[in-house]
């Protein structure tokens, strides 16, 4: 995959029949395909862009109706005169992370926040879209043996994604795998999953 644009092909990502398999509820949290297919519609408007930044990340601080921006690390893509485009070799890896930050702009879509008295807090919007990432780099056929270079929440993650594939996990996700989870991700500060809404 060499110039193609980081946007067309996280549109690719987005609408593929892959994606169509990344389908949970995560506690209070729906992840969803035709929820992937409205945050490509918002991307595809720019309504939603990506940005080269330090790390991958949605940033929720724009306020409904404004541009929101996902930050990309130039392990994923790089700037080519003004336009970001993807690395050369994109891996199954990186589509993950193209599905992570999209949950998170779902669950902004969806007006989903931490709220005081809420049952959600930041680490479950992490283990969602943690979940759903690594479902999607399997479905894209990330190497299923051991890797020693992924870190123990990356393993967790992997095999419940795995479980989840093969219908051990089903559609509600359990209580027993979301405390796994959400135990295991390391989140940002609750501000950054005070959603505005896109």
Known sequence: MT???????ALDTLRHANTGRINFQYGHLRVYPRGFHEIADLIE?????YQLSHGNHYDPTPERGETHFI????????????????????????RGTIIHEACHALHD???????????IGPRQYEGAATLAGWIGALLWGFDQAPNPLLTSTMQLARDKARQFLDGTIGYQIDDTTMRELDNAVTTGTASRYVFNGT
Do not use: C, W
Request: glycine letters at 10%; proline letters at 4%; aromatic letters at 6%.
């Open 45 to 49: 408007s720019d309504h939603i862009i």
């Open 3 to 9: 110039n193609t644009t980081f946007k067309k092909t």
């Open 109 to 119: 879509y969806q007006r989903m926040t931490v709220r005081r008295g809420d049952a």
């Open 71 to 94: 930050g990309v690390s130039s392990s994923l893509g790089r700037d080519e005169n003004g336009t970001l485009m993807a690395v050369p070799g994109f891996t199954p890896q990186n």
